[in-house]
Every structure is written in C-alpha cells, then in structure tokens.
C-alpha cells in the first residue's frame, strides 16, 4: 500500500533521477523545505560577488516570498545530492560540478513534467552565469533584454530563495558536513552539492 499519493510516479522519478547522475535523491512532503528570509538576505551581505549578475540570482528572482508561494502549490519535494570530492568545489573545477548540477535538476525536472507534474521547477545552487555564461560580458537577459542562452539547463540558486540547505539534508536523513574529516565513514570524506525540484 502507498505511504504517500503518486509514490509509484515518485518511484519511478526517484529511479531517473539516480540514472541522471544524482548521488542520492529523496522525495520530502514540501513542508521540510525551511525557508528563511535572513539566508537570502546573505546573497546581498555580505555581497556575493555574483549577485545580480544572472536572471537567476537576486535580485532578479522572487526571493523567500516566491518560494513560499511555490511551496503551497508544490505535491511533493525532491532533494537531490551529487556527492564529489572537496577539492572540487573550490577553485576551477567549481562551475563544471555546479554546471552539472544544473544540468542533473534540468533533467529531472522535465521528467517530473512528463510524469505529470507540468508546473514542475528545479533549484540548482550557484551562479549559472558563471557555470554557464562566464564567456560572455553580461548575462543576456540582463544585459541583452534577450532570453536565456541555456533555458534548458541554468536554473535558479537555492540560496536568492533563502532555502535553508542544511535542514534539506537533515529532513532527508543525509550528512551535513561539506569537508571532509578524519572520519573513516565513507560518506564524510566526500563533499557535496545540492539542488531541489518542487513537483507542481
Ligand atoms: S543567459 Fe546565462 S547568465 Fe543569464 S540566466 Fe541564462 S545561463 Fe544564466
């Protein structure tokens, strides 16, 4: 017998999701995702040096208010982890894992779409603009009052939404730590990055 409704439908995303390259995933009912306004508040300041440089970063997105409102139209929430090595996510190498990231919710979100839930909407974490558009001088929907170069990958930062990330982790019974220590547990060797698709 389900435990929750659509758990065969969620099964089965769950399923695509691990193939799409997602170290873990969770399906959450929406009310585990804790939204704070003080955590958007740090995308201005202190100031990330990405902010206001994407369509998708504040002050350009609908902050903690949109996502609540998202939220209460939302069927079931979807965490997902891609676990890589800490070294990763410094330095060059981090807008690859990021872009990846982007690129694993993108797909999962377009399965949720064609599993029916067509208002279905992912979160990635980061700057696409640095992920995606580091090239180019400005982000083009900023910059060009044109569309997005990438709408079928660059999502939005969890962070502009004030998602508090770590209690993400929690809900879904994985490790908070982002470094490595000098634990022999597999799990606390590797770092991690996170990204959510709200099903709607
Ligand atoms: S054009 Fe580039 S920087 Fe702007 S929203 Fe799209 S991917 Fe991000």
Same mark, same amino acid.
């Given at each position: 017998m389900s435990d929750y409704p659509d758990k065969e439908t969620i099964d089965s995303l769950l399923e695509f999701a691990a193939h799409a390259g997602a170290s873990k995933v969770k399906r959450l009912p929406p009310e585990s995702v804790c939204v704070e306004d003080g955590l958007a508040a740090f995308c201005r300041e202190p100031k990330c040096p990405h902010w206001g440089q994407s369509m998708s970063c504040p002050p350009h997105v609908s902050g903690p208010e949109g996502m609540r409102k998202l939220l209460q139209s939302c069927k !079931? &929430? +979807?965490? +997902?982890? +891609? %676990? +890589?090595? $800490?070294?990763?996510?410094?330095? @060059?190498?981090?807008? @690859? /894992?990021?872009?990846?990231?982007? @690129?694993?919710? &993108? %797909?999962?979100? &377009?399965?949720?779409?064609?599993?029916?839930?067509? @208002? $279905? /909407?992912?979160? &990635?974490?980061? $700057? =696409?603009?640095?992920?995606? =558009?580091?090239?180019?001088?400005? =982000?083009? /929907?900023?910059? %060009? !009052?044109? $569309?997005?170069? !990438?709408? %079928?990958h660059a999502r939005s930062s969890m962070s502009g939404y004030g998602v508090n990330v770590g209690e993400l982790m929690k809900s879904a019974g994985w490790s908070t730590n982002l470094f490595p220590s000098n634990s022999n547990d597999e799990e606390e060797q590797l770092s991690w990055v996170a990204g959510l698709v709200l099903l709607r």
């Open positions: !079931h &929430a +979807i965490v +997902i982890r +891609i %676990e +890589i090595q $800490s070294s990763s996510l410094h330095g @060059e190498d981090r807008p @690859e /894992v990021m872009r990846l990231l982007h @690129e694993i919710t &993108a %797909e999962i979100e &377009a399965e949720a779409k064609r599993l029916g839930f067509p @208002e $279905s /909407v992912g979160f &990635a974490g980061g $700057s =696409c603009k640095q992920s995606f =558009c580091r090239d180019y001088p400005t =982000c083009r /929907v900023i910059g %060009e !009052h044109g $569309s997005c170069r !990438h709408p %079928e």
